[in-house]
């Protein structure tokens, strides 16, 4: 059986936390240890980008 993309979405987002632009400051500032991921086209990312977020081109995969 073949995976859809909605689904793996959907998978995706029971382990994946969203937190607003002021939390995620509130964590760089206190020195939490937390991964960004960077889901956005590569020229996206090149044109700002948060520090030592990792980029996943997910158009191109």
Known sequence: MNT???EIIANARKHIKDISADKLN???DSGDD?????V?????YELAHIPNAFLIDVISS
Request: charged content about 40%; hydrophobic content about 40%; glycine content about 0%.
């Open 4 to 6: 859809t993309l909605s």
């Open 26 to 28: 509130d964590k760089i």
């Open 34 to 38: 937390f991964l960004i991921i960077d």
């Open 40 to 44: 956005r086209e590569p020229y996206e």
